[in-house]
């Protein structure tokens, strides 16, 4: 195996390490959270300006957020499937 080919293991070994971090860390910082979402830290900020996330500023500059705030945050603006609009369909017809 080259040194190449050792080094790249080693750098998804350890970005495997960091996502299974962040999934049970309860509290994040911008960087964590910005992985977290898979977004840049500044579009992060950028919504945090904006109050469009949730997050902590507990001394008056660093920001946080809690884990479940951005599972929430996720989740948001849900699309039902062809399916599930088809089955509410016929709720209301009976």
């Not at 293991?9 to 911008?30: C, H, R, T």
């Amino acid at each position: 195996m080259s040194n190449l080919q050792i080094e790249e293991k080693l750098f998804s070994i350890e970005n495997s390490i960091q996502k299974l971090s962040l999934a049970v860390k309860p509290i994040l910082s911008v960087e964590e959270a910005a992985v977290f979402l898979n977004m840049k830290p500044s579009y992060l900020y950028k919504l945090t300006s904006d109050k469009r996330i949730t997050f902590f500023k507990p001394l008056g500059k660093l920001i946080y957020f809690k884990r479940v705030d951005l599972e929430a945050f996720l989740l948001r603006n849900e699309s039902p499937s062809v399916s599930e609009q088809q089955s509410n369909e016929n709720h209301w017809k009976k």
